[in-house]
């Protein structure tokens, strides 16, 4: 499915020739409904307020309700959503457009005709319509229905701000795309070949290493998670650099293109769903092509750590003691914790060119889905990134919630034979947390002047477990599909374009 062609539009709601018209509507005194901003007229406003009203729409968030247009309407139906009691913010007006847009999916023509009165609600506004209408049907036979071809949004001026909306929401597409391309058809190679291909025309360099070139690099992780798959693994680096960058900052995304577990292998039913293990990967290539379209101000390095973990003769063993890129020695107790295995890679590479700051983006554990169940991600780290990347969140409607990393954890990743094991033995106690330990150990440190003979500090790092949120199987709500969902891409997004050297400089402080 393509995106619609945006366009924008001054005439009056009613006199826009559409398929579907959405207009919002906000719960009034007595049980009434009050339709938001002059769009219809009175006339039929009362008409629609009282038609939605029968049909139990009370104006909540995600009420929505379909009618046909009254006489005087060009539309041929029109999409009542509800907007809720609270003030109409950018995150309550694009879950309100995500809503209306998975109602009138079918629709060629949708106009939107909610009040996107200044340049953060009408991208808002664009993000949530494309979002919410969202669709995966490159495996399917095509369909007799019609295809959604022109989005307007009614009343906004700011090109500029629409314009970033489709990017953004276009990023977000490629990520639920990547994600839900079956494992057979995606897998590191054609992963790499993808990424390659739809980033070819973006100021972004791409260096790909191979599995020749993963040995060579001492790329232990990678190497060994991906040993027991006939398809070798690989890490892609993109790097963004526009003049004068305020700052340089680093993602690294976990990519296991399915996980079987490896021999410590999983029950089939645990299987389902695990070509959604490199959805980190995903995320970070994704925000990478809106960074680049958009011109953030930050230089931008993603590391996209790309492996299939499948049980084989060649495949890792438990016991086995393999060496991370920069010499640090992991004790593989199991198997399947393997994508802490190749993001320690990552983040060794990562902090190899001493960036202002490091996020990796990871579907890790499942402790983290049974903590904080499929909205929210689990953001662990440095109390100077977690402030930066939460904050990134709040602003872009996003769900994190920050845990800690306690310290008494960490005994349990002791080894009697390697510097590190890659599970607490003996307790499965805080399993995102221990995880996110884990992780820790193989952040670099800062780079020192020349002639600093004292220890420089760890580099400012963020972690972002993922494994909830980044796939919906509770079913649709606002924006967000059942499946694939994009989560954090646009937290990410938000990050990078709106930091500036003072955000940069808070990392140090």
Same mark, same amino acid.
């Given at each position: 499915?393509?995106?619609? #062609?945006?366009?924008?539009?001054?005439?009056?709601?009613?006199?826009?020739?559409?398929?579907?018209?959405?207009?919002?509507?906000?719960?009034?005194?007595?049980?009434?409904?009050?339709?938001?901003?002059?769009?219809?007229?009175?006339?039929?406003?009362?008409?629609?307020?009282?038609?939605?009203?029968?049909?139990?729409?009370?104006?909540?968030?995600?009420?929505?309700?379909?009618?046909?247009?009254?006489?005087?309407? *060009?539309?041929?139906?029109?999409?009542?959503?509800?907007?809720?009691?609270?003030?109409?913010?950018?995150?309550?007006?694009?879950?309100?457009?995500?809503?209306?847009?998975?109602?009138?999916?079918?629709?060629?023509?949708?106009?939107?005709?909610?009040?996107?009165?200044?340049?953060?609600?009408?991208?808002?506004?664009?993000?949530?319509?494309?979002?919410?209408?969202?669709?995966?049907?490159?495996?399917?036979?095509?369909?007799?229905?019609?295809?959604?071809?022109?989005?307007?949004?009614?009343?906004?001026?700011?090109?500029?701000?629409?314009?970033?909306?489709?990017?953004?929401?276009?990023?977000?597409?490629?990520?639920?795309?990547?994600?839900?391309?079956?494992?057979?058809?995606?897998?590191?190679?054609?992963?790499?070949?993808?990424?390659?291909?739809?980033?070819?025309?973006?100021?972004?360099?791409?260096?790909?290493?191979?599995?020749?070139?993963?040995?060579?690099?001492?790329?232990?992780?990678?190497?060994?998670?991906?040993?027991?798959?006939?398809?070798?693994?690989?890490?892609?680096?993109?790097?963004?650099?526009?003049?004068? /960058?305020?700052?340089?900052? /680093?993602?690294?995304?976990?990519?296991?293109?399915?996980?079987?577990?490896?021999?410590?292998?999983?029950?089939?039913?645990?299987?389902?769903?695990?070509?959604?293990?490199?959805?980190?990967?995903?995320?970070?290539?994704?925000?990478?092509?809106?960074?680049?379209?958009?011109?953030?101000?930050?230089?931008?390095?993603?590391?996209?750590?790309?492996?299939?973990?499948?049980?084989?003769?060649?495949?890792?063993?438990?016991?086995?003691?393999?060496?991370?890129?920069?010499?640090?020695?992991?004790?593989?107790?199991?198997?399947?914790?393997?994508? #802490?295995?190749?993001? /320690?890679?990552?983040?060794?590479?990562?902090?190899?060119?001493?960036?202002?700051?490091?996020?990796?983006?990871?579907?890790?554990?499942?402790?983290?889905?049974? /903590?904080?169940?499929? #909205?929210?991600?689990?953001?662990?780290?440095?109390?100077?990134?977690?402030?930066?990347?939460?904050?990134?969140?709040?602003?872009?409607?996003?769900?994190?919630?920050?845990?800690?990393?306690?310290?008494?954890?960490?005994?349990?990743?002791?080894?009697?034979?390697?510097?590190?094991?890659?599970?607490?033995?003996?307790?499965? *106690?805080?399993?995102?947390?221990?995880?996110?330990?884990?992780?820790?150990?193989?952040?670099?440190?800062?780079?020192?002047?020349?002639?600093?003979?004292?220890?420089?500090?760890?580099?400012?790092?963020?972690?972002?477990?993922?494994?909830?949120?980044?796939?919906?199987?509770?079913?649709?709500?606002?924006?967000?599909?059942?499946?694939?969902?994009?989560?954090?891409?646009?937290?990410?997004?938000?990050?990078?374009?709106?930091?500036?050297?003072?955000?940069?400089?808070?990392?140090?402080?």
């Amino acid at each position: 499915m393509k995106l619609p #062609r945006l366009a924008s539009s001054d005439q009056p709601a009613a006199l826009i020739d559409c398929d579907a018209l959405i207009v919002g509507v906000t719960p009034g005194a007595e049980d009434t409904l009050l339709v938001v901003g002059d769009v219809l007229g009175e006339a039929h406003a009362h008409w629609l307020q009282q038609a939605a009203a029968a049909l139990g729409n009370s104006g909540s968030s995600d009420d929505c309700t379909v009618l046909p247009s009254p006489e005087g309407v *060009l539309a041929t139906t029109v999409v009542v959503v509800g907007l809720g009691r609270d003030e109409f913010t950018p995150a309550t007006l694009r879950h309100a457009a995500g809503s209306a847009t998975r109602q009138a999916s079918s629709a060629e023509h949708i106009a939107v005709a909610l009040p996107a009165f200044d340049s953060a609600a009408a991208q808002a506004v664009v993000e949530g319509a494309l979002l919410g209408g969202y669709q995966f049907t490159a495996n399917k036979k095509p369909s007799q229905e019609p295809t959604w071809s022109t989005l307007t949004i009614v009343g906004a001026r700011d090109e500029g701000a629409l314009q970033a909306g489709v990017v953004v929401a276009e990023s977000v597409w490629w990520v639920r795309d990547l994600v839900n391309t079956p494992p057979n058809e995606l897998y590191p190679e054609s992963f790499q070949a993808q990424v390659t291909d739809t980033l070819k025309d973006l100021p972004i360099d791409i260096e790909v290493f191979d599995e020749d070139q993963l040995v060579e690099g001492g790329f232990g992780g990678i190497v060994g998670v991906g040993g027991g798959s006939t398809r070798p693994p690989r890490l892609v680096a993109l790097r963004y650099r526009p003049e004068d /960058a305020t700052g340089h900052i /680093a993602l690294v995304g976990k990519g296991i293109t399915f996980d079987s577990g490896g021999l410590s292998l999983k029950p089939a039913a645990s299987m389902l769903g695990m070509k959604y293990d490199m959805t980190g990967a995903a995320t970070v290539s994704g925000v990478m092509r809106a960074v680049a379209s958009l011109k953030a101000p930050v230089a931008v390095t993603a590391w996209l750590c790309l492996a299939e973990n499948m049980p084989s003769g060649s495949a890792q063993r438990p016991g086995d003691v393999i060496s991370i890129r920069g010499g640090t020695t992991v004790e593989v107790l199991n198997t399947d914790a393997e994508g #802490r295995l190749v993001l /320690a890679d990552g983040l060794q590479a990562a902090s190899e060119e001493h960036p202002d700051l490091i996020i990796d983006v990871a579907t890790l554990t499942g402790a983290a889905r049974i /903590a904080l169940g499929e #909205r929210y991600a689990g953001l662990m780290g440095d109390a100077p990134a977690t402030a930066l990347v939460e904050k990134a969140a709040q602003s872009s409607g996003e769900l994190v919630w920050t845990m800690p990393l306690p310290e008494e954890l960490r005994k349990g990743l002791n080894s009697d034979v390697a510097d590190i094991a890659n599970v607490a033995t003996g307790s499965s *106690l805080g399993g995102m947390l221990v995880a996110g330990l884990f992780l820790q150990e193989f952040v670099g440190p800062r780079a020192t002047q020349p002639g600093d003979d004292t220890e420089a500090s760890r580099i400012p790092w963020a972690h972002l477990d993922i494994a909830g949120p980044a796939s919906n199987t509770l079913g649709a709500y606002g924006y967000t599909p059942k499946g694939p969902t994009g989560a954090t891409t646009r937290a990410l997004i938000s990050l990078l374009m709106d930091i500036d050297q003072d955000g940069i400089g808070t990392l140090s402080r």
